[in-house]
Nanobody
Framework: QVQFVESGGGSVQPGGSLRLSCEVSGPSLIVYAMGWFRQAPGKGQEDRESVARITWKSGNKYLDGPAKGRFTISRDNAKNAVYLQMNNLEPGDTARYYC????????WGQGTQVTVSS
């Protein structure tokens, strides 16, 4: 059973920044990659949008459309933690952000809400 501790969500004005954190733990946990999806208000789980991903061994980073140029993903291998630094936030970034871990099967956190509005 993988345990998730997600934090960093909240409300911010357009142009502001937030840093999401996600730490995972569990027996015999071997992390292959971690990342973030987001689910916009009114959208179903099937409409979750990939935001960013980072591989554990090599640290390769993948940022998807809305994240490019504004978001940064990083990791702390010792803590089994992943971070998403989000800058220049826009109202369109409003969503619930879900952390996941590939171990190699995928497990999901409970999500953290990000709201961007003036």
């Amino acid at each position: 059973q993988v345990q998730f501790v997600e934090s960093g969500g909240g409300s911010v004005q357009p142009g502001g920044s937030l840093r999401l954190s996600c730490e995972v733990s569990g027996p015999s946990l071997i992390v292959y990659a971690m990342g973030w999806f987001r689910q916009a208000p009114g959208k179903g789980q099937e409409d979750r949008e990939s935001v960013a991903r980072i591989t554990w061994k090599s640290g390769n980073k993948y940022l998807d459309g809305p994240a490019k140029g504004r978001f940064t993903i990083s990791r702390d291998n010792a803590k089994n933690a992943v971070y998403l630094q989000m800058n220049n936030l826009e109202p369109g970034d409003t969503a619930r952000y879900y952390c996941y871990v590939d171990k190699p099967s995928r497990s999901w956190g409970q999500g953290t809400q990000v709201t961007v509005s003036s």
